[in-house]
């Protein structure tokens, strides 16, 4: 049974930069598309990036492009969101989530088998 463990959130000033980690245990990531969700309060849950099993296809919303980077590291089993140039927009909690799927992307929360419990960015100054 996979797990997620999402670490790496806290408060951080307008401009600033956080580095999110997912950390997986119980089989491998390099099988599964992982998805960077969040979900602010009174909003739905949305998908914010995400990255396929090859590594070679990636999403990011729009409201994160050029300022959010997707990655796995393999060998720590490990997939990081690196934020940068933060807004108080981007407050929220953020969850990674693992699917099953093979070289694709995903961005439909439904999608996804698995979830981490969360990590609470705060964006404020």
């Known amino acids: 049974q996979l797990q997620l463990v999402e670490s790496g959130g806290g408060l951080v000033q307008p401009g600033g930069s956080l580095r999110l980690s997912c950390a997986g245990s119980g089989n491998s990531l390099t099988y599964y598309a992982i998805g960077w969700f969040r979900q602010a309060p009174g909003k739905e849950r949305e998908a914010v990036s995400c990255i396929s099993t090859n590594d070679e296809n990636t999403y990011y919303a729009d409201s994160v492009k050029g300022r959010f980077t997707i990655s796995r590291d393999r060998a720590k089993n490990t997939v990081h969101l690196q934020m940068t140039r933060l807004d108080p927009e981007d407050t929220a909690v953020y969850y990674c989530?693992?699917?099953?799927?093979?070289?694709?992307?995903?961005?439909?929360?439904?999608?996804?088998?698995?979830w981490g419990q969360g990590t609470q960015v705060t964006v404020s100054s």
């Open positions: 989530a693992a699917a099953y799927l093979d070289s694709v992307v995903v961005v439909a929360p439904g999608v996804y088998d698995y």
